[in-house]
């Protein structure tokens, strides 16, 4: 079973704040952990731009993640590109996972 986050997006062409809902479900296999996002739309109209689902993949090593990069995610859209970036640090907070210091 996933686990749902609440995401707060301003959008850049309007200004307006949206909560778009976002199930996530995370896998590993060795030190190699996937996080696969969905977005939820429930009642709500969604942004055209938006990616309906979207992984993100993260290295454990020594510790701590390490973000990686993922080519199913090369984006057309910036706002895209913005909203994963933002999904990918609320799941690390709200799951409390250590990522390596800058």
């Given at each position: ?20 809902p ?12 996937t ?38 995610n ?14 990918y ?8 996972l250590?990522?390596v210091p800058?």
């Amino acid at each position: 079973m996933g686990k749902v986050i609440n995401i707060s997006y301003k959008l850049s062409t309007s200004d307006q704040l949206i909560t778009i809902p976002v199930s996530y479900v995370i896998e590993n296999n060795e030190d190699m952990y996937t996080i696969t996002c969905t977005v939820n739309p429930g009642n709500s109209l969604l942004p055209f731009w938006l990616q309906r689902k979207f992984n993100i993949k993260l290295l454990f090593t020594d510790g701590y993640f390490i973000h990686l990069f993922d080519e199913s995610n090369i984006i057309k859209n910036l706002d895209t590109s913005l909203f994963i970036d933002q999904v990918y640090d609320s799941i690390i907070t709200k799951e409390k996972l250590r990522e390596v210091p800058a």
